[in-house]
């Protein structure tokens, strides 16, 4: 699959397609046009979240207020309930995200730690 094919114009919610799934590791393609988190709602998640933007852009909101702008190229680490937001999204073109969920810690080595 390429990540940039198939892409939809106009969408009313992201699209997350699963690229790869196994035990305790996910990887999903997101593609926005637009959409942001309703204004109340938080991620609280038990999994480490690691995105990259491919293409568009997407503003991060954290709960105690700062905003993480990522361009194409941009990644982000996002911890174990750090309670989030998905901000602001490109409405000038689809933005693609990479997503990468995990549930052990990994240290900068890549090797992982039970």
């Known amino acids: 699959m390429n990540l940039f094919a198939q892409l939809p114009s106009q969408l009313t919610e ?6 790869l799934t196994a035990k305790n590791l996910r990887i999903e393609r997101i593609v926005s046009t ?3 988190s309703p204004p109340d709602f938080w991620y609280d998640q038990t ?6 933007v491919l293409r568009g852009y997407g503003v991060v909101e954290y709960e105690h207020g700062e905003l ?5 190229g941009d990644h982000l680490h996002i911890p174990p309930h750090v309670r989030h937001r998905v901000h ?12 990468v969920f995990w ?12």
């Open 14 to 19: 992201e699209v997350i397609s699963p690229l």
């Open 34 to 36: 637009g959409q942001a």
């Open 47 to 52: 999994e480490h979240e690691w995105v990259l």
């Open 68 to 72: 993480i702008t990522l361009n194409p």
């Open 88 to 99: 602001e999204t490109s409405t000038e073109e689809a933005t693609i995200w990479l997503a």
């Open 103 to 114: 549930n052990e810690q990994i240290d900068q080595t890549g090797a992982a730690n039970g």
